[in-house]
């Protein structure tokens, strides 16, 4: 499950995770942080303490007990913001840069290619797309699109 050993992972008064340790040691301000967000965001989470110290090294979410799992799926929800594109609805030009409207889980929004390196084919059909203001956009499977969408995509790719 983990390769340090913990007492307790919790929330204090202010919202803030707090792991007490198996010394019985308390760590406040505790931020979980991804090894790899975006190709296993399960796999490989760092427990950091308010001195930028790992304190414990989580090989993978789902081992854990499900409360202390939901208390680190919510902190990290709350920092990593990355939505994914459902939909192109349509693009400026076919060439870049270009503005791009999509239809993402958050809603709909605009945003800038700069160039056609923008846009970093992750494999298995996964697609990220980083806007001209750093945004980064994920495609999950951009086979699972639909027509336009794909048509739209294959001009840039």
């Given amino acids: 499950m983990t390769t340090t050993t913990y007492q307790k992972l919790e929330r204090n008064a202010l919202g ?12 406040e301000a505790v931020v979980p942080v991804r090894a790899h967000p975006i190709s296993a965001p399960d796999e490989g989470v ?34 990593d913001f990355m939505p ?24 709909q929004t605009q945003f800038i290619l700069r160039t056609e390196e923008d846009i970093r084919r992750l494999g298995e059909g996964r697609l990220l797309i980083a806007s001209s203001h750093g945004l980064q956009l994920m495609v999950p499977d951009r086979f699972a699109l639909d027509k336009g969408s794909k048509k739209i995509l294959e001009r840039f790719l």
């Fill in 16 to 27: 803030r995770l707090v792991l007490t340790d198996e010394a019985g040691q308390r760590h």
């Fill in 46 to 79: 760092s427990l950091v303490g308010q001195d930028g110290h790992e304190l414990l090294w989580v090989n993978r979410l789902s081992d854990l007990p499900a409360l202390e799992r939901d208390l680190l799926e919510a902190e990290l929800a709350s920092r």
């Fill in 84 to 107: 994914s594109i459902l939909s192109i609805k349509k693009v400026s030009t076919f060439s870049t840069p270009s503005q791009w409207t999509v239809e993402t889980d958050r809603g």
